[in-house]
């Protein structure tokens, strides 16, 4: 007889799906919403927040196994993650990273249902999904991190990025796995570039079946909880073989170098494209034909000190250099107007840029695999934004993203001092792709530094406020504002630099930016910690930025049994 | 975003605390906890601003019918007064049966 009585997790609430998947009786919240613990940054714009900040984390076991489920709530903000929201996931894998350490296999589950940063906290998303993707490339070395994402919003945004960093992902064809939403592509980009309102479209290139046939989902499922509770018994018991897509640089590089995309390529072909596994290694990218310049280009040539790059991407820089005696791998973003990525052409990291990044810090950590004193690698910050494009998300720019968020935090973990400086534009999934993994970050004091999630006429389309309003929140809320000094305020910065000329560095500028880089160096080297922890122990963070962050992960260690 | 409260005396006490809902597009969610000050307390914070005259009354119904010493405390993003009402029932029914979510 046919079942016809289905559990549903797409049409269930967040706290419903962790307590449906968890075996019955074995489960109990941490930080549930009689705790209260809700985010002070709604409030303070008048927001109507929720006792759980529309994040849910349930502990018990599943299939026997002892296992975490952490679920974004879709309905509340758009499952967007805040800094509560944003710290008790992020705290939770933290925390499974601990257990692991001592011999203690909790597994990890994460429900998505995300658009990523919520605007209204803006760069406190930032910050929380670069701590989210470290715990998650920590932790996967301990036990896999599995992501389902069910519908129905799906995962975009930063938090595609961590998708895309999960050991193995389970969809149904009710999910859908993008970095741009298609009404932002069509804001930035033009109707042209993509119609946000051809939803048959939209589906057929990021719905969980055209993802699973493209080879960047590993299981698909029909909606109901005994499919989810297989699939996740098999990627345990390693029926189903773990494909670590964001190491296969190789293959998605030559793809990405001999793709044509003069005429537009439909998402029937691109599958085919993502499936074929040739590597084509002799392909020879044209450089551009001027002189281009740009911020992070200029530093770029002040600190590389004559060496000329010696990436095979005309549009990511790449030199190892000496500072101050010590042995050091600058890596850039910047502009080529002639790169056939027509949305890729202003510095934006998209599909290029990213797995290229990760190409040459994945090299640095090969290379020094035997050294006790590893490469120091310097991310020069000057992204505009991840490229917004149809073929960009047809061919899973949060996948190249996360290649190179994947290859800085394995560098950190290796031991590599990773020092980011910020001497241009840091902003959303670029920013997170090409600096956020970093141990420490620096920035200029110039008002050509900026950092956030994304430009004010799509925010403001997206929150449905103005742009003036806008602007009025960002006064009572730092994290909204763009400007480099509100971002100090949130305590992550290791320095901020005056007196230094951002747009047109001379030697002297060089030399202040080299000492602090040193400074930092020197810093990572006395303290033992590898993970991000120290942008939560400044002091600005702890009497001030990231006093909720703080207290998110206290608490979870304190409900914890 | 607004703020509304309401108090009204009450007798009995409930069992334990219950949560429902969720703050998304037409709906709430509600948080209510036994109190011993013999009052039913309802704190309200909604985003659809000037239906003070509505909250006012759906609350009343819902005082008449249930005689509970508690705080209830609602997040509410645009719920219709039947919807309130609903949850506001269930929110009582839980806190009697637990939340079963085991």
């Given at each position: 007889m046919a079942q016809i009585i289905t559990e549903s997790l797409v049409e269930s609430l967040a706290r419903e799906r962790a307590f449906q998947l968890l075996d019955k009786g074995s489960a109990y919240e941490i930080l549930g919403p009689l705790d209260g613990i809700e985010s002070p940054h709604l409030v303070a714009q008048n927001i109507v927040p929720q006792f759980d900040d529309g994040m849910i984390i349930v502990k018990g076991t599943l299939n026997g196994q002892q296992t975490v489920i952490i679920s974004i709530e879709g309905n509340f903000q758009g499952g967007g993650i805040g800094e509560v929201s944003g710290a008790k996931l992020a705290g939770t894998l933290e925390k499974l990273i601990k257990e692991c350490e001592k011999g203690n296999k909790i597994h990890p589950v994460i429900i998505y249902d995300t658009g990523g940063v919520r605007l209204q906290e803006a760069n406190y998303g930032l910050l929380s999904i670069a701590e989210i993707s470290a715990a998650i490339v920590a932790l996967r070395e301990y036990v896999p991190v599995i992501g389902i994402i069910p519908g129905k919003v799906g995962s975009f945004g930063g938090m595609s990025l961590t998708a895309g960093l999960c050991s193995a992902l389970i969809m149904t064809r009710e999910g859908r796995l993008g970095m741009n939403g298609p009404e932002v592509i069509e804001q930035e980009a033009g109707i042209r570039e993509l119609d946000s309102r051809n939803k048959q479209l939209i589906w057929k290139m990021i719905g969980g079946a055209i993802r699973h046939e493209s080879a960047l989902a590993d299981v698909i499922v029909e909606d109901d909880i005994p499919n989810y509770k297989e699939a996740i018994k098999n990627i345990w018991s390693g029926e189903i073989r773990l494909q670590h897509r964001t190491k296969q640089i190789q293959n998605y590089l030559s793809l990405f170098k001999t793709l044509d995309i003069e005429k537009k390529i439909m998402p029937?072909?691109?599958?085919?494209?993502?499936?074929?596994?040739?590597?084509?290694?002799?392909?020879?990218?044209?450089?551009?034909?001027?002189?281009?310049?740009?911020?992070?280009s200029r530093w770029f040539d002040l600190l590389a000190n004559g060496q000329h790059s010696i990436s095979e991407v005309p549009s990511v820089l790449v030199a190892d250099t000496i500072i101050s005696g010590v042995n050091a791998r600058l890596i850039a973003v910047v502009p080529n107007p002639d790169s056939k990525y027509y949305r890729a052409r202003n510095g934006e990291v998209g599909l290029l840029e990213g797995w290229t990044i990760a190409k040459y810090v994945r090299q640095a950590?090969?290379?020094?695999?035997?050294?006790?004193?590893?490469?120091?690698?310097?991310?020069?910050?000057?992204?505009?934004?991840?490229?917004?494009?149809?073929?960009?998300?047809?061919?899973?720019?949060?996948?190249?993203?996360?290649?190179?968020?994947?290859?800085?935090?394995?560098?950190?973990?290796?031991?590599?001092?990773?020092?980011?400086?910020?001497?241009?534009?840091?902003?959303?999934?670029?920013?997170?792709?090409?600096?956020?993994?970093?141990?420490?970050?620096?920035?200029?004091?110039?008002?050509?530094?900026?950092?956030?999630?994304?430009?004010?006429?799509?925010?403001?389309?997206?929150?449905?406020?103005?742009?003036?309003?806008?602007?009025?929140?960002?006064?009572?809320?730092?994290?909204?504002?763009?400007?480099?000094?509100?971002?100090?305020?949130?305590?992550?910065?290791?320095?901020?630099?005056?007196?230094?000329?951002?747009?047109?560095?001379?030697p002297e500028d060089r030399d202040i930016l080299e000492s602090a880089v040193i400074e930092a160096y020197n810093d990572i080297k006395s303290d033992s910690a590898r993970d991000l922890s120290s942008r939560l122990k400044s002091d600005i963070a702890r009497s001030s930025g990231r006093k909720a962050s703080i207290q998110v992960r206290e608490m979870i260690d304190l409900q914890w049994r | 975003m607004e703020k509304l409260t309401y108090s009204f005396p009450a007798s009995k006490m409930i069992e334990q605390p219950a949560h429902v809902g969720v703050v998304g597009s037409g709906d709430l969610e509600i948080l209510i906890e036994p109190s011993n000050e013999k009052k039913t307390i309802v704190e309200i914070r909604t985003g659809i601003t000037g239906f003070q005259d509505t909250w006012k009354k759906v609350v009343e119904r819902f005082v008449s019918q249930n005689d509970i010493?508690?705080?209830?405390?609602?997040?509410?993003?645009?719920?219709?007064?039947?919807?309130?009402?609903?949850?506001?029932?269930?929110?009582?029914?839980?806190?009697?049966?637990?939340?079963?979510?085991?």
């Open positions: 029937e072909q691109a599958k085919e494209y993502l499936n074929s596994k040739t590597v084509n290694m002799d392909i020879e990218l044209p450089t551009p034909m001027g002189d281009v310049k740009s911020t992070g950590i090969e290379e020094d695999k035997d050294l006790t004193e590893k490469r120091l690698i310097i991310p020069i910050v000057d992204v505009p934004s991840q490229a917004f494009g149809y073929h960009e998300e047809l061919f899973g720019i949060y996948l190249s993203c996360s290649a190179a968020v994947d290859a800085y935090a394995t560098a950190r973990l290796a031991g590599h001092p990773v020092v980011a400086t910020l001497v241009g534009n840091a902003i959303s999934g670029a920013f997170l792709s090409h600096g956020m993994q970093a141990n420490r970050l620096i920035a200029l004091n110039d008002d050509g530094v900026n950092v956030h999630v994304m430009s004010k006429k799509s925010a403001a389309i997206i929150t449905q406020r103005t742009i003036e309003e806008l602007d009025e929140a960002a006064k009572e809320v730092p994290s909204m504002a763009y400007d480099i000094q509100s971002f100090e305020k949130l305590g992550a910065l290791f320095k901020l630099l005056d007196g230094v000329n951002a747009k047109e560095p001379n | 010493s508690a705080r209830i405390r609602i997040n509410d993003f645009g719920a219709t007064p039947g919807v309130v009402s609903i949850r506001l029932a269930q929110a009582v029914e839980v806190s009697k049966i637990g939340a079963n979510h085991n």
